[in-house]
């Protein structure tokens, strides 16, 4: 198995000069910092591949010691596309990614390890909350249905984690190619359901803290979990 971060946006939303990833929480370590030492604690580090894009230099001089995949164009594209770039790297690989503005409790990676192993395609989502301007999902028969900000009666959010086994990852990489430039990778999985029939699991997360970083009012928040 691989691990990708997707750092590579401008992160415009927080306003900081700087990739977002490198934002500091109130304890000192950064967001990216923190995943990494959380991720290491399970996995090894030589096998994460971080996608940098905006001010690149600056995380790649921070954190030598990970892969790095650079997205030329990450001005004009949204994650399916920086995704896709990690994912052809690894072909024949499962893969856990996260985006890189995600402060989470180590433990809550505990809960995926099982579907890891047997290598189930999964989304970790929060049940307790479904605000409006974040990914959502519907399930139907017990698999992910549909997926996107713009789903109705959502279930919960997406929080950013997720995983995509090696048996599927051929279908969502074709997926990812079709997708538009702008689209964001849940575009990708929710296509792959609808034309290849990919079943993906929703692991519940909730009792542990986990939040993405997009506005001052999440680092505020965050900044209360550490």
Not at 48 to 58: A, Q
Not at 72 to 89: G, I, M, W, Y
Not at 163 to 185: A, G, M, R
Not at 205 to 217: A, G, L, Q, R
Request: charge should be neutral; include cysteine; aromatic fraction near 8%.
């Amino acid at each position: 198995m691989k691990i990708v971060i997707l750092a590579a946006g401008i992160g415009s939303r927080l306003g900081n000069p700087f990739p977002k990833p490198l934002t500091l929480l109130k304890d000192g370590e950064s967001i990216m910092a923190k995943q990494l030492k959380n991720i290491t604690k399970y996995f090894d580090i030589n096998d994460v591949t971080t996608v940098v894009g905006f001010k690149k230099d600056l995380i790649m001089e921070r954190f030598p010691e990970v892969n790095y995949v650079y997205n030329p164009f990450f001005d004009r594209t949204n994650t399916s596309k920086s995704l896709l770039q990690a994912l052809k790297k690894h072909r024949g690989k499962a893969i856990l990614w996260f985006n890189g503005d995600v402060v989470f409790d180590e433990k809550l990676l505990s809960v995926l390890q099982d579907d890891i192993k047997k290598n189930n395609s999964f989304i970790a989502v929060n049940t307790m909350r479904v605000a409006e301007e974040e990914v959502k999902y519907t399930l139907k028969n017990n698999v992910v249905n549909k997926l996107s900000k713009e789903v109705k009666n959502g279930l919960g959010e997406a929080v950013g984690i997720n995983f995509i086994s090696s048996n599927d990852l051929d279908v969502f990489i074709s997926q990812l190619e079709k997708c538009d430039d702008t689209d964001y990778f849940e575009k990708g999985l929710e296509m792959a359901i609808e034309e290849n029939n990919l079943k993906i699991k929703a692991i519940d997360i909730s009792k542990y803290n986990c939040i993405e970083v997009d506005f001052k009012e999440d680092l505020k928040n965050a900044n209360k979990l550490v």
